[in-house]
Protein backbone atom coordinates (compact mmCIF):
# COMPACT_ATOMS: atom_id res chain seq x y z
CA UNK A 1 0.00 0.00 0.00
CA UNK A 2 1.14 3.06 -0.85
CA UNK A 3 1.76 5.70 2.84
CA UNK A 4 0.09 8.79 3.44
CA UNK A 5 -3.27 7.89 1.34
CA UNK A 6 -5.18 5.64 3.12
CA UNK A 7 -7.40 7.08 6.02
CA UNK A 8 -7.23 6.32 9.74
CA UNK A 9 -8.31 2.90 10.68
CA UNK A 10 -9.20 2.62 14.16
CA UNK A 11 -11.76 0.71 16.65
CA UNK A 12 -15.19 2.08 17.02
CA UNK A 13 -18.10 0.80 19.00
CA UNK A 14 -21.39 0.12 17.13
CA UNK A 15 -24.86 0.15 19.28
CA UNK A 16 -27.71 -1.60 17.11
CA UNK A 17 -31.50 -0.70 17.73
CA UNK A 18 -32.12 -3.14 20.57
CA UNK A 19 -29.32 -1.80 22.61
CA UNK A 20 -26.79 -4.57 21.73
CA UNK A 21 -23.24 -3.12 21.22
CA UNK A 22 -19.96 -4.45 19.47
CA UNK A 23 -16.64 -3.13 18.41
CA UNK A 24 -15.44 -2.93 15.08
CA UNK A 25 -12.32 -1.87 12.96
CA UNK A 26 -13.83 1.84 10.84
CA UNK A 27 -12.42 4.61 9.19
CA UNK A 28 -15.70 6.42 11.22
CA UNK A 29 -14.85 9.39 13.84
CA UNK A 30 -12.07 9.05 15.70
CA UNK A 31 -10.79 5.88 17.81
CA UNK A 32 -13.56 5.23 20.43
CA UNK A 33 -16.46 6.48 18.79
CA UNK A 34 -19.75 5.03 19.37
CA UNK A 35 -21.86 4.80 16.00
CA UNK A 36 -25.92 4.18 17.15
CA UNK A 37 -27.53 2.96 14.22
CA UNK A 38 -31.09 4.23 13.45
CA UNK A 39 -32.23 1.25 11.06
CA UNK A 40 -30.71 -2.60 11.39
CA UNK A 41 -30.86 -6.48 10.98
CA UNK A 42 -33.55 -6.24 14.04
CA UNK A 43 -35.60 -3.51 12.52
CA UNK A 44 -35.45 -3.02 9.04
CA UNK A 45 -38.54 -4.46 6.71
CA UNK A 46 -36.48 -6.58 4.35
CA UNK A 47 -35.21 -8.46 7.01
CA UNK A 48 -38.11 -8.95 9.39
CA UNK A 49 -40.72 -9.34 7.26
CA UNK A 50 -42.70 -6.78 9.03
CA UNK A 51 -43.83 -3.57 6.46
CA UNK A 52 -45.46 -0.31 8.15
CA UNK A 53 -46.55 2.79 5.51
CA UNK A 54 -46.09 5.88 7.73
CA UNK A 55 -47.88 8.56 6.08
CA UNK A 56 -46.32 11.76 7.99
CA UNK A 57 -47.89 14.88 7.39
CA UNK A 58 -50.08 12.82 4.30
CA UNK A 59 -47.28 12.22 2.02
CA UNK A 60 -48.88 9.56 0.39
CA UNK A 61 -52.60 11.76 -0.04
CA UNK A 62 -50.34 14.30 -1.64
CA UNK A 63 -48.52 12.03 -3.85
CA UNK A 64 -51.92 10.97 -5.16
CA UNK A 65 -53.62 14.26 -5.54
CA UNK A 66 -50.77 15.20 -7.44
CA UNK A 67 -50.46 12.32 -10.08
CA UNK A 68 -53.94 11.39 -10.07
CA UNK A 69 -53.82 12.58 -13.78
CA UNK A 70 -50.90 10.11 -15.00
CA UNK A 71 -51.88 7.84 -17.41
CA UNK A 72 -55.14 9.45 -18.59
CA UNK A 73 -55.38 10.85 -21.71
CA UNK A 74 -56.90 14.34 -22.43
CA UNK A 75 -59.01 14.83 -25.66
CA UNK A 76 -58.18 18.43 -27.24
Given at each position: ?18 G ?8 Y ?15 H ?10 D ?5 A ?15
Open positions: MKPGIHPDYHEITVVMTDTEFKTNSCGKAGDTLRLDVDTKSPAWTGVQRMLTGGQVKFNKRFAGIGTRKKG
